[in-house]
T-cell receptor, first 111, second 116 residues
Framework: SQQGEEDPQALSIQEGENATMNCSYK?????LQWYRQNSGRGLVHLIL?????REKHSGRLRVTLDTSKKSSSLLITASRAADTASYFC???????????FGAGTRLTVKP | GAVVSQHPSWVICKSGTSVKIECRSL??????MFWYRQFPKQSLMLMAT?????????EQGVEKDKFLINHASLTLSTLTVTSAHPEDSSFYIC????????????FGSGTRLTVV
């Protein structure tokens, strides 16, 4: 079953603007990960944040995690047309850390 | 970094036939691999957890007799879609985690299955 919800479902912005995507989940987690998927392709791991971390940066990416609210956000700064893709959050649970994915946000960055 | 190879990348088969999809960890050993299914413009749904040397663990609602999983070695898991029907047409993706890694998973490039 799906773990969480993401919003917005679709986001369209101009190149250079920042894009913020949110993810909520329902159960306790080991960690939360964000992935990117270009149309019809496999997933690319972007960033992982552990349950005891609150914020993490990687290049133009900034991820926050609020375990009290069971939510996370992904911020892409200074967006580029090449950032156009679907972005998914996934929560890792249990001993196997099996991952459940959110519904995803389809991001379109217009040049 | 860790690489997961998935084969084939696409396959077309006739209704009633079986199709095997392979997922290999190329430069690491994976005791656990995961199989997902993704319909167009939807998210990934976990189908099953594949454990090396033991039976796979299937998610609720996934028919284990239809989606056969074999994890015979530490670098290979296979998913066989048996007696395929057009509604089985989907994008199937596997993933694996490198032991000792930071819990980040590496995904295969996916297999587009079309049943005609």
């Amino acid at each position: 079953s799906q773990q969480g919800e993401e919003d917005p479902q679709a986001l369209s912005i101009q190149e250079g603007e920042n894009a913020t995507m949110n993810c909520s989940y329902k159960t306790s987690i080991n960690n939360l990960q964000w992935y990117r998927q270009n149309s019809g392709r496999g997933l690319v791991h972007l960033i992982l944040i552990r349950s005891n971390e609150r914020e993490k940066h990687s290049g133009r990416l900034r991820v926050t995690l609020d375990t009290s609210k069971k939510s996370s956000s992904l911020l892409i700064t200074a967006s580029r047309a090449a950032d156009t893709a679907s972005y998914f959050c996934a929560t890792g649970r249990g001993n196997n850390n099996d991952m459940r994915f959110g519904a995803g946000t389809r991001l379109t960055v217009k040049p | 970094g860790a690489v997961v190879s998935q084969h084939p990348s696409w396959v077309i088969c006739k209704s009633g036939t079986s199709v095997k999809i392979e997922c290999r960890s190329l430069d690491f050993q994976a005791t656990t691999m995961f199989w997902y299914r993704q319909f167009p413009k939807q998210s990934l749904m976990l189908m099953a957890t594949s454990n090396e040397g033991s039976k796979a663990t299937y998610e609720q609602g996934v028919e284990k007799d239809k989606f056969l999983i074999n994890h015979a070695s530490l670098t290979l898991s296979t998913l066989t879609v048996t007696s395929a029907h057009p509604e089985d047409s989907s994008f199937y993706i596997c993933s694996a985690r490198e032991p000792g890694g930071n819990y980040g998973y590496t995904f295969g490039s996916g297999t587009r299955l079309t049943v005609v």
